[in-house]
Each structure stands twice: as structure tokens, then as C-alpha cells.
């Protein structure tokens, strides 16, 4: 369970722990008295057990509340099922953000099999699903990326509820497109069915009111993802296997062109010799996709992804002709 959940559960142990004790006489002989003091005593001692020593795998509570739930235990299926999934790709999204590395905005997420969370149990007194990751075969002295990421998105969308106008744009312009987008379909399905969320993690936690989920939701409304296909001429200069960073020098234009090539471009690029020394600071024929991010029809943030290469050489004959 999520160190923070599990801290607010005793928190309120605490507070009816210290009612019942207030409630007896204040003769300290009592056995009752004696009974209530030791077990307060215990309730503050795992609190700050907890406090200092919090999990290093990825925990976290989603509670939700609102239209889409009745009573305690009933919640509709395919509510649920919406935005469990949409939250999950959030979290794929920002643990594919913690290299710094650019991430397409469609297909498959680049270890996105590395950011799966699973349901372990549902939240007790009210209806929620606590999501964790598969335990790691030893404990780890440091957190696993996993949990990084769940706490950094968690963080994230804390931010995007309480920030400015122009502290939006600004946390909006340096995100991933792919994980705007995300954030931006959990507010939309929180706002149609009418529900808020609270979201605990071990180290950070939210809740979002029907104001926050209305205000979340519109605020996205103005944002807009867009993207280009593009083809252009030029010379590669190089494509870096590790980051998967490229530059190509445009024909007609001045500067180098950087961004970032697909998982399956470098792949090839990297175990096809043959066909690096075809491209290789040689002119080619680059298929790019620009990704904008506009809010208010203002541009954000422009992201370039090289999806494929080709070599100019037939091209280049035709011209000697």
C-alpha cells in the first residue's frame, strides 16, 4: 500500500485514539486510560517508521468519487476501465520522460512493458484500486524508475491543478506531447462522467475536486496537439544509438536539423552496416513527423521525429544526365 495512504489511515486512528482517551477520567490508574496511551504510543511510533523508511517500488492509490460511483463498493465498468487505462499510458509516458528522451507521439512507447502497474487490492472505505508494480526478486536500496515515474506524474498533474495561466503554458510547453495528451484525455473522462480523483503515492498525492476536474478539463480544451508528416533532401550527419539524437543538414537551408529517430530507425541503423554507409554523410531523403503543441493557437513546443531514411543516389544519377 502507498506509504502516504497508509499514513492517513493511521492519522485517523490516531485522531480516535486520542478522543477515547480524552473521554475517560483523568485519574491515571485507569486500565482503559493505560490501554488507549500505549496504543496512541503505537500508532505515532508506525507513523514515523513510515515517514522515514517508504517504499522503493511503485505504489499507488486512485480513489474515485462522484456520478460514476454508488455507495462504498459499486463503481461503473466502463468508467473504470477508461481511466485505469488512460492512466496507465500517463505513467508509460513519464517514465519514458525520465531519460530525456524525446518520445513518439504514436506506436509503441519505448519500454513501455517496464512501466505496467497491476491492481494488488482495492482502497477500504471507499472505492479506489491500489495499482503497484511486480515485486522485484530482492529489495532495492533505491527506487525503481517505475515507482520515479508514478511519483513524477503524480507530481505533474499537482502542478497543472493549482499552477497559473502562464505557469501552465509553461509546464505544458516543456512535457512530452505524448504525455499532454494523456493528461489531457484523464481530465476529459473524469469531467464526462462526473467524477473526482484522489491519487496517493508513497511520496506525493492529489485530489482533484469537481472545481479542479472542470477547471483541469477546460484548460486543455485550449490545447491543441497537432502533427506533420515531412519529407526532406538533405545530408545526414549522424544518428547517436544511445539517446537516438539526430542531425541532418538541410539542402536550402541553414543551421543543422536535430530531433529524434524511431526505435526501429536506429535499430537498423545500428545492426545494418550496409545500410548506415548508404546514409551516412551522404545526401538522403529524410521522412520526418513534426509534432506542435499549440495553446490558444500560440506554439508551444515543436518536437521532430525521423521515422525513416533513404539514400539519394538514384536521384543524383538522374541529375548528371
Known amino acids: 500500500m502507498p506509504n502516504l495512504l497508509s499514513i492517513e489511515a493511521l492519522e485517523a486512528d490516531r485522531v480516535f485514539a486520542q478522543r477515547q482517551l480524552e473521554s475517560l477520567p483523568a485519574s491515571p490508574w485507569g486500565t482503559a ?10 500508532i505515532s511510533r508506525q507513523i514515523e ?16 468519487d462522484g456520478l460514476p460511483v454508488v455507495g462504498q463498493g459499486d ?24 531519460s530525456d528522451q524525446q518520445i ?19 482502497v477500504r472505505g471507499s472505492m479506489g484500486f491500489i495499482l503497484e508494480e511486480l515485486s522485484p526478486p530482492q529489495t532495492d536500496m533505491f527506487n525503481t524508475p517505475l515507482k520515479n515515474a508514478v511519483e513524477r506524474a503524480t ?27 494523456a493528461v489531457q484525455k484523464f481530465a476529459k473522462v473524469l469531467k464526462d462522467a462526473g467524477a473526482t480523483a484522489k491519487i496517493v503515492g508513497s ?35 549522424g544518428v547517436l544509438p544511445d539517446s537516438h539524437d539526430f542531425e541532418l543538414e538541410v539542402d536550402g537551408q541553414d543551421g543543422v536539423l536535430k530531433g529524434s529517430a524511431t526505435d526501429d530507425l536506429v535499430a537498423k541503423y545500428v545492426a545494418d552496416q550496409a545500410f548506415k554507409e548508404q546514409l551516412l554523410l551522404k545526401p538522403v531523403t529524410a521522412f520526418l513527423r513534426y509534432t506542435r503543441t499549440f495553446r490558444n493557437s500560440k506554439l508551444l513546443r515543436e518536437q521532430v521525429m525521423l521515422e525513416n531514411l533513404e539514400p539519394r543516389i538514384e536521384n543524383e544519377m538522374f541529375g548528371r544526365f
Do not use: C
Open 155 to 181: 507530481e505533474f498533474l499537482a502542478s497543472l491543478n493549482t499552477a497559473s495561466d502562464e505557469d501552465f503554458n509553461s509546464a505544458i510547453d516543456t512535457a512530452a506531447p505524448r504525455l499532454v495528451s
Open 75 to 98: 463503481i461503473r465498468l466502463d468508467f473504470s476501465t477508461d481511466v485505469l487505462a488512460i492512466y496507465q499510458k500517463i505513467i508509460a509516458a513519464s517514465m519514458a520522460t525520465l
Open 104 to 122: 513518439a507521439t504514436k506506436g509503441k512507447i519505448k519500454g513501455a512493458g517496464r512501466s505496467k502497474l497491476y491492481i494488488r487490492d482495492i
Open 203 to 237: 511520496e506525493h498525492k492529489l485530489a482533484l475536486g469537481l472545481e479542479d476536474v472542470n477547471r483541469l478539463s477546460d484548460r486543455f480544451t485550449e490545447v491543441d496537439v497537432q502533427e506533420e508528416s515531412v519529407t526532406l533532401d538533405g545530408v545526414l550527419l
Open 33 to 42: 486510560r493505560l490501554m488507549w496511551e500505549q496504543r496512541l504510543a503505537e
Open 49 to 64: 517508521e513510515m515517514r522515514v523508511s517508504a517504499a522503493t517500488s511503485a505504489s499507488v492509490a486512485l480513489i474515485f
